[in-house]
C-alpha cells in the first residue's frame, strides 16, 4: 500500500511458462496485488501462477491482447485497486 492506496500489478499472459516466475521475481515489495489473466494459454502458465500465488484468471478462448487488458483492468478494479481511473474521469 502506498498512500492509502492499494498497489496491483496486472499480468496479460500468453504462454508465459518461461518467463513468468523471473517476473513475479523482479516486482517490488510494494506490489499488494498480482493479478495474471491468461489469454488460453497452452503451457503451464496458469498452474503456474497459481503455484506461485498469484491471483489467476483464465479466459476460455484466445481473445487477443486488448481484451486480455480489459479483464486485467476490470479485476484489479474489483479487488479494491487504484487505477487512477478517478484522475482520469477530472480531467475530461
Not at 491471483?55 to 479494491?80: D, K
Request: with cysteine; charged share 25%.
Amino acid at each position: 500500500m502506498l498512500n492509502g492506496k492499494i498497489i496491483a500489478v496486472v499480468l496479460p499472459a500468453y504462454n508465459a511458462e518461461k518467463t513468468l516466475e523471473a517476473t513475479i521475481r523482479e516486482l517490488p515489495d510494494i506490489v499488494d496485488l498480482r493479478i495474471l489473466v491468461d489469454d488460453f494459454s497452452s503451457d503451464r502458465t496458469v498452474s503456474l501462477a497459481r503455484d506461485l500465488g498469484i491471483s489467476t484468471h483464465v479466459h476460455t478462448e484466445n481473445y487477443g491482447y486488448g481484451r486480455n487488458q480489459m479483464t486485467c483492468y476490470r479485476e484489479a478494479l474489483a479487488a479494491g485497486a487504484d487505477t487512477g481511473r478517478r484522475w482520469l474521469l477530472e480531467q475530461m
